[in-house]
């Protein structure tokens, strides 16, 4: 049985509470009838990223969210077969969300919604699970952030969703920013992860320092492209061409043989880099330089997924969560459950008419109608060459 948010509402769930990772008083922002705000500031300072975790909210914004199920949004089961994904992964694949400051129930959190969808026990005990400062140490964590908090409640959730089978590493940076969570990235390579998970993003500006830190042949980097549509502008590190950039569509259930139908979501960030250079595989011809997105998946939050984290005070509860944070881990996961070592993004850019669903409508912005914002036949900037159809274009 589907259980996701259909037509717009939110059902069986009781409104209260503000994520402290936003602002006083948040920006409401909408998405046909289901109303959302952002974990996180919508204003980092200059080289620091903000977290691109939407949280489905009332029309005040206060978070819609439920202490015991069922809840809405999506399940693992929902999610794995609109991806036509059936493996579970193995332990002997790492997957390592990279994420700032602290979440002190991180590991308490993931137990309670692996065990309400049927998924392995994944905990520090049983060696499923590790939890890290970002210099690889278990212990000395940054002080928890309640928005960044509720983003690794989003990506440990999805990783599990899609490889329920992998090793998680949940590697706290000491802040958001650029220096911290690259080096975060880095140390998580070190330590053997075979993907890297990375829901954040800022501005490009000052940022080749940092880029080096996400490029690692043979490991899968993955980055959001952004939750402010197509007007904001590239964001990194989503826009390094050593990373797989993941945009985000409206993902609903429908009568087709697929039983699922996809549109861009036009929150879905995307753009034309201003600093990096076009990866080899990359053809597009209206951006000289590197073009955001690779591949894509469910990002709207009107269509979003369960997930169990914080809420304002710190006690876990059921929410539902929307923005390319989801799509970021979701497709992270899908490349842990495969378990190939890869060449950045440049598979995903092989076959992609016969292994991916390709998103043809629906728009993040103004760009004239042009791929770069549009949903089109082929690739376009919104959802890159598709969406996953099984893992083998991972």
């Known amino acids: 049985m589907h259980r996701y948010l259909a037509g717009g509402a939110v059902s069986a769930i009781v409104a209260f509470g503000l ?7 948040p920006k409401i922002m ?35 969210q439920s202490a015991r199920p069922p809840v809405a949004g999506k399940t693992p089961a929902n999610l794995r077969d609109a991806y036509k994904i059936s493996g579970n992964g193995s332990s002997s694949t790492i997957i390592a969300i990279v994420d700032a400051f602290g979440y002190n129930n991180a590991e308490s959190d993931l137990g309670v919604y692996r065990s309400e969808f049927g998924l392995p026990a994944c905990t520090t005990d049983n060696g499923c699970f590790k939890k890290l400062n970002q210099d690889g140490v278990q212990g000395d964590y940054p002080p928890q952030d309640i928005g ?43 330590l053997g992860a075979h993907v890297i998970s990375n829901s954040y993003g800022g501005g490009e500006s000052g940022t080749q320092t940092y880029e080096t830190s996400y490029s690692h042949k043979g490991i899968a980097v993955t980055a959001s492209t952004g939750d402010s549509g197509y007007g904001a502008g590239p964001q990194f590190p989503a826009s390094s061409g050593h990373v797989i950039a993941v945009g985000g569509t409206r993902l609903v259930a429908d009568s087709s043989k697929r039983g699922w139908s996809e549109t861009v979501w036009s ?5 034309c880099s201003h600093v990096y250079s076009k990866p080899s595989w990359q053809h597009d011809t209206d951006c000289s330089k590197r073009t ?49 070592k ?26 004239g109608g042009s791929y770069l914002c549009t949903g089109k036949p082929g690739y376009d900037g919104p959802t890159g060459n598709g969406t996953p159809k099984g893992d083998k274009a991972f």
């Not at 994520?19 to 008083?25: F, N």
């Not at 949940?170 to 911290?180: I, K, T």
């Not at 890869?342 to 760009?367: E, H, I, R």
């Open 19 to 25: 994520a402290t990772g936003a602002s006083a008083a």
């Open 30 to 64: 909408q998405s046909g009838g289901v109303f959302y705000i952002a974990a996180c500031s919508q204003a980092p300072a200059r080289l620091h990223a903000r977290c691109h975790a939407d949280i489905v909210s009332d029309s005040t914004g206060a978070i819609m």
């Open 148 to 190: 960044w908090a509720q983003e690794s409640a989003l990506d440990l959730d999805m990783a599990s969703a899609m490889c329920p089978g992998c090793t998680l590493y949940l590697v706290e940076a000491d802040d958001n920013s650029y220096q911290n969570l690259a080096h975060a990235v880095a140390t998580a390579a070190n």
């Open 267 to 271: 929150g879905a960030g995307g753009g």
């Open 292 to 340: 955001e997105a690779d591949v894509a998946a469910v990002a709207d939050p009107a269509t979003g997924v369960a997930v169990y984290g914080p809420n304002a005070s710190g006690q876990g509860t059921w929410m539902v969560f929307g923005g390319t944070s989801v799509s970021a881990p979701l497709i992270g996961g899908i490349y842990g459950e495969k378990g190939d």
């Open 342 to 367: 890869v060449k950045y993004a440049s598979k995903l850019y092989k076959k992609p008419s016969k292994w991916l669903y390709d998103v043809t409508s629906g728009s993040n912005g103004s760009c």
